[in-house]
């Protein structure tokens, strides 16, 4: 089975981390995460080999594209 490559606007947030705990119980997702601040982020997450952070605003395209590049699924947590 491939690997899905889920996308987390907002994922320093509560409803984030709901999301992105329900997705790491899943062996085929990695997350793709974007917030303004990775250091709000639990040291497990950050550290994860499944899951990579941008950090940038709403404002930022770059980070914006950066973050949705690759992406099957984007949630929008913000």
């Known amino acids: ?19 992105l705990n329900s997705l790491l119980s899943k062996p085929n997702v990695t997350i793709r995460g974007y917030c303004r601040n990775a250091s709000k982020l639990r040291s497990n997450i950050i550290s994860s080999p499944r899951v990579s952070i941008v950090e940038g605003d709403s404002s930022d395209i770059k980070a914006t594209h950066r973050f949705v590049r690759g992406c099957d699924v984007i949630y929008a947590a913000i």
């Not at 089975?1 to 999301?19: D, L």
């Open 1 to 19: 089975m491939a690997t899905m490559v889920v996308g987390i606007a907002g994922i320093t947030g509560k409803f984030a981390n709901f999301i």
